[in-house]
């Protein structure tokens, strides 16, 4: 699909879920991975060694993403030992669900800066690199949330909304210099942050979706491939919801 072979990739939170599909999707491509996680040591270390059975190269590093200074110890390692990233795909998330009116403070601090600062912390010390060598690409997971919004999610909407404007603001200031920086919204996909639902919250969805069934998320990796590939989107948002919402 796309011949990644030499480029250096990082996905944030790719020890399970979207994350774990992205990274052996760029790994099956040639991509050399580097996967983040925070807490899932032997999930990140299970989806390094698939990627090396394909004959891919893959590594885990963990770092809470969340935090500025991780981060940028993290990434600092990272080209520091390759030299570059060319690929950089900010997907860790979470979601702390609840009514505006008994959501804490704390859950709005955690979910915005586990969905939405992250992606500037890695950024800050990435971009440098990407403008040197006149070549990037920037793929952040957002979500249909952040477009529709979502019952109990203002945190969650919040970030996935405001990662939409980072996108779009840092892909025109990146254009000119072989950067291109994209958003993926999913909607409902089969991972463990949609399996902890309640059961009937989850069927309620699946009923409203047109295609009647939750995404996999095999189908996130194919829009990552998408657009490292692609040279000339930029600034956009890759809807990937079975017809849920359109715009
Ligand atoms: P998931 O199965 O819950 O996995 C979340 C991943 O993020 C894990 O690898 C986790 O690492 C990592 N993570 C969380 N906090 C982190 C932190 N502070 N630092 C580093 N890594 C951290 O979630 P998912 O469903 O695959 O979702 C992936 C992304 O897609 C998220 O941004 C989510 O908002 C977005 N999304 C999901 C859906 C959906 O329906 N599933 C829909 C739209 C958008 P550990 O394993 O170490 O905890």
Redesign the pocket.
């Known amino acids: 699909m796309a011949n990644l072979t030499g480029k250096v990739a990082v996905v944030?939170?790719?020890?399970?879920?979207?994350?774990?599909?992205i990274a052996k999707g760029l790994g099956r491509e040639g991509a050399k991975v580097v996967i983040?996680?925070?807490?899932?040591?032997e999930?990140?270390q299970a989806v390094v060694e698939e990627i090396k059975a394909l004959g891919g190269s893959a590594l885990a590093m963990?770092?809470?993403?969340?935090?500025a200074e991780e981060t940028k110890v993290f990434i600092e390692k990272v080209l520091g030992d390759f030299g570059k990233i060319d690929i950089l795909v900010?997907?860790?998330?979470?979601?702390r669900d609840r009514s505006f009116k008994k959501m804490s403070f704390d859950e709005w601090h955690k979910v915005i800066?586990?969905?939405l600062s992250?992606a500037f912390n890695t950024c800050k010390i990435a971009l440098p690199a990407m403008l040197e060598q006149k070549y990037g690409r920037i793929i952040n997971?957002?979500?249909?949330?952040g477009q529709s919004g979502g019952f109990g999610q203002t945190n969650?909407a919040s970030a996935?909304a405001g990662l939409i404007g980072f996108t779009k603001s840092l892909a025109l200031e990146t254009a000119k210099a072989g950067i291109t920086v994209n958003a993926?919204?999913?909607?409902?996909?089969?991972?463990?942050?949609?399996s902890?639902m309640p059961e009937n919250v989850r069927e309620a969805i699946i009923a409203q979706v047109p295609m009647k069934k939750?995404?996999e998320?095999a189908e996130?990796a194919k829009g990552v491939l998408f657009l490292c590939e692609s040279e000339y989107m930029t600034g956009q948002c890759l809807n990937l919801n079975g017809g849920l919402y359109m715009l």
């Open positions: 944030t939170g790719g020890s399970r879920g979207i994350g774990a599909s983040n996680y925070n807490h899932s040591h999930k990140a963990q770092a809470d993403i969340s935090e900010n997907n860790a998330g979470i979601t800066d586990t969905n992250s997971i957002s979500s249909v949330i969650y996935k993926i919204c999913p909607g409902f996909i089969a991972t463990e942050m949609v902890e939750l995404g998320p996130v």
